[in-house]
């Protein structure tokens, strides 16, 4: 276990440089600078140029990445935004809760729902529930995120008044309220991977049903309940795996939905960033995400360990 | 929470861990989002765009500067009909004779938020700030005619130009801003970029904001226009999809927005519990800067034949259901510059176009790019690009449309090299800001047109040093007549200023021409 987790440990170091210089990379090498946004449409070659020598932006790429790396290590400091002053810090401590509610409340809701019609489905594979549950899934994962944000909008927001239609309210200013405004865009981000989890569900508890120990625990006269949970242990593995990623996933879906919702999250800074060619905030953002993908597909294998111990003697 | 204030690691550590719970951080960072005065109202406003700084020397925004201008006054304002009146002045100012020297008059019961008195002392450092190339101000290059402020007493102060150059006084109210003398020195940038409290004279006072959220103000209630502002608190809330604002209107969550969707605009202003108006700016020009360097814009028939070939009522009432006003010269039907006579002359007709067509270098048609941003600015071009590129075709011209990104977008515009650039632009309602910057040599949108107009330059400085309007009426008409001739580019109109507001919170709006609404005088 310790060498497994020293091992990913390294490989997510690698990660991380690798995706932060590409970054470095592909951010400067998009036409547009921010010293325009900074300065305004009608700043002079002159002005922007001052602009960039005051930023270090006219130095080679790889001397801004060792220097920006360097005092991400050393600091903890993931600098201040040339276009708005401020510390990514900051904006990160502001903004890294809101989203991260947000995603979890959505995986939450996805995983709580596909789980029980997963099982459901293979249960009673062949059945109407298991169409019915086939023809949500197809909608699911059909709808486009954009349109159905508008439709939650439109109707149990603006036309039933449920749901306040967009905004984040903080939980200091009342539970129900704080769920009030969370429940619209975690639904609509949540929506898409009931489909995805619920068919992974469905299609590995199906193959398990069918396998051999299944069968002869059912012959032994063990439960059905409890035959029903081993077999969903083991058909749970892949499940957890693309869980895991979509749990990371979410995080780029989550743009569209608090741009939509007018939340003020990291996706939603991150969108304003692009933008206005804000690179120590793409930059702040991004790599977060980067480690909220590498811990939460960790967390799925060590979870997986534990559904299933065959893992955890076969991987070092 | 400060906006200047930097976690260490290990409180983004401590955030990232206690986010993982979800929820156990949300009430360290409850914020006064939802919180209400004991008593008074507050007003909630929604406007587009993203700010980057409430420094109105340094602010580009258009929308934004409702903000700014919440906190920060100037000597002068446009009235919501776009007449210059005084603001902090007491009235407008006397001219020299030689045009060159401007005297203001100042009002004796201003005072800042911060309690100190406003004097002439204020205004003189706030221009020297500004005129100072080592502060960078973005806005210098606008007032870069004035060589010198003085004070002559506590209530008079005085500008002296290098120049006759009238425009000055209405780019005030749009690029400037008085601040407090010392108050660059006793605060850093960021206290001006982002937390400005105490700082301004105007009706509101900072106090906070939320990034991609809202910034918020309390009222000043030492405001010098007595039972002004008539909200407690305001709070401008940033909302970037336009159905996002019409769902929060119709919701109850803001009271009035701006730039509604054109295609709903008259059908929600006619819903019960809303009300809404529109009327045309005088300064969001909505045109196609025409490469005169590139072909086949380096023909001024084939200009010309573009200029008649674009039916621009079709495009102000079937695109934007009445909030664009045609104009084929650069001055919106409202303006004391307008003449009809010019802009008739360049307006839609199609038999027209194609005899200068037949009589132009391409007398068998032709196709040019047409470079548009992807991202609205106070109105969405792609939708009449559209129909420009229908109408262009029936006279043989091809139009391939190029859609990019704005910061893209705009980088090949100022470069020179784009064909042809279609965008909305907004300046003070003035005749000069737009020609200024894209017709005169070495400005900012110069390379977009390249025009070479030396008869245009001659009428402009005589615009500038003329302040009586009668006069400047007939230069303005005379340098119509040249653009007319030449038809360096291609107007389309003069975007509408749009807004909604609920009937049961907002008692009393006018809409504004200059399109940045006041929240002053929103009851």
Redesign the interface.
Known sequence: MLRMLLNRLAFSILALLFVGLLLFVLTRGVPGSPARVALGLEATDTQIAQFEKDHGLDRPVVEQYIRWLGQLVLHGDFGRSFVTGRSMNALLTETLPITLELVLFAFAFAVAVALPIGVLSAVYEGTWIDHAARIFAVIGVSVPGFWLGLMLIRFPAVEFGWFPPGGFVPLSDGLVAHLQSIALPAFALGVYYIAILSRMTRSGLVETLGSEYVRTARALGLPRGRVLWYALKNALVPVVSVGAMSFGYMFGWALIVEYLFNIPGMSNALLTAVGQRDYFTMQAVVYVFTIIFIVSNLAADLLNRQLNPKLASAQP | ?S???????????Q??A???A??G???L???L??AQPASGKTLTVAIPG?P??LDPI???NHDWMAASQTIYENLIEFDVNGEMRPQLAAAMPTVSPDKTTYTFDLRDNVYFHNGKKFSAEDVKYSYEYLLDPAN?A??R??FARIEKVSVINPLRVEFKLSEPYGPWLAFQTKCMGIFPAGSREANS??VF??APAGLGTGPGIFEEW????YISFRRNPNYWRKGLPSWERLVI?????E??RV??L??G?VDLISAPPPRDFERLKKMANLSGGSRATLGGWFAINTNNSKPPFDDVNFRKAISHAIDRDVIANKVYYGLLSPAAMPAPKGAWWYNESHDRAASFDLAKAQDLLARSKYPKGASFDLAIPA?PYLLDVKDAALVIQSQLSKIGVKVNLKVS????F???AVKGEQQAGMFVNMSPGEPTYHLQ?SLTPNQ?LTKTVNYDGPEMLALLKQGFAEDDREKAKQIYSNLQAVLVRDMPMVWVGFVHAANLWRKATVKEFTVNQGVTFSCRDVA
Request: no cysteine; charged share 20%.
């Open positions: 929470m906006t200047t204030q930097t976690p260490t690691r290990r409180a983004l550590l955030a990232a206690g986010a993982g979800g929820l951080l949300q009430p960072l409850g914020s989002a939802n993203v980057v700084t340094n602010l580009t960078k973005v806005r290059p606008v940038p960021d970029r982002n939320k990034p991609n959220e809330r940033q909302i970037n999809e159905s996002v769902a929060y119709l919701s969550q991202e990104e704005f910061q893209v705009f980088a090949a910057n900012l």
